[in-house]
């Protein structure tokens, strides 16, 4: 077992808890003097240490052995979204076989909790989610794609698929993201999903597209903001996430200013998910 670290000013706390949101190997702690934080993530090897460590600094340090793999995860409560989704962290076909008994009529999706990536519980992807149940309906009949910039896990992704997207893109420039993303895709069963490791701030998107959603930094978003309007069908919408409340001024201007109409936005918490079109 590896663990990276690294000390982080307060101001930023929330953005790390996003990050590694729902992750049973990230521990925050508030250091003496309320000014700062320490971050460590749990890592199995060595390998995904280091690349945290490539992607935000840090330290990485090896632990003393004991038998980790005797330690159980924690499955938590499931996640209900709007009256369609159901997300669980229980990667057994029989407890995910139970909550479709439970629960009829809703889709269940297992996204267990990885390095990194969670199973839709924070606040910012539980409402992008509950966006895309809500633009899908407007959808509901006809055809659409969805283009998911920031997969993470892959949960809005594989969550627009089952909710009717005949072809879905999930981006993310972190590789173990993709991995991630195509093992949840197994999982779950499900097909019509291209998974592509890119920075969206390079990347291009061929074709257009019904919805896209983007769950990112609000400084990425400030500069992909010109790119998602450039890749948004007529009528198309935009779901953005990841923004403290703080943030949100600049962000919504710096979308404006690309073009893009704000029609709506919503406050969870110290974060803002908002609606968008061209």
Same mark, same amino acid.
Request: glycine share 8%; proline share 4%.
């Given at each position: ?11 930023? &706390? ?12 990230? $521990?925050?702690?508030?250091? %003496? ?5 320490? @971050?460590? $993530? ?15 600094? *840090? ?34 076909? &029989? ?12 889709? @269940? ?20 989610? /509950? ?6 309906? /407007?959808?509901?009949? %006809? ?14 992704? #594989? ?26 895709? %197994? /999982?779950? /069963? ?20 019904? #919805? $896209? ?16 309007? &450039? ?7 935009? #779901? $953005? ?12 201007? &710096?979308?404006?200013?690309? *073009? ?19």
């Amino acid at each position: 077992m590896w663990v990276w670290t690294k000390l982080s000013a307060l101001q930023w &706390a929330d953005a790390w808890q996003e990050r590694f949101c729902w992750n049973p190997g990230m $521990v925050l702690t508030e250091l %003496k003097g309320r000014k700062s934080v320490r @971050v460590d $993530v749990y890592c199995k090897t060595k390998g995904e240490a280091a690349r945290i460590k490539e992607q935000f600094g *840090g330290t990485v340090r090896k632990l003393a052995d004991r038998n980790w793999a005797a330690l159980k995860p924690v499955v938590a409560a499931p996640l209900k979204i709007r009256d369609r989704l159901l997300i669980t962290s229980d990667p057994s076909v &029989a407890g995910r076989r139970k909550l479709a008994r439970e629960f009829p009529g809703r889709d @269940v999706l297992s996204i267990p909790s990885e390095m990194a990536f969670g199973t839709g519980d924070h606040a910012t992807t539980a409402s992008c989610l /509950r966006r895309l149940v809500d633009e899908a309906r /407007r959808w509901r009949g %006809k055809r659409w794609r969805l283009l998911d910039l920031g997969c993470g896990s892959g949960i809005l992704a #594989i969550g627009g698929r089952l909710l009717g997207a005949e072809h879905c893109e999930a981006v993310d420039y972190d590789p173990k993201a993709v991995v991630v993303t195509e093992r949840n895709l %197994k /999982r779950n /069963r499900v097909e019509g999903v291209d998974v592509r490791e890119a920075n969206v701030l390079d990347w291009r998107p061929r074709g257009r597209f019904e #919805i $896209v959603t983007a769950n990112l930094f609000a400084n990425v978003l400030r500069e992909a903001f010109p790119m998602m309007r &450039a890749c948004l069908a007529n009528d198309g919408k935009l #779901i $953005v996430s990841g923004i403290l409340a703080d943030q949100w001024p600049s962000t919504r201007q &710096a979308g404006e200013a690309a *073009g893009l109409k704000f029609t709506a936005e919503w406050k969870r918490g110290k974060w803002i998910t908002a609606l968008a079109r061209s």
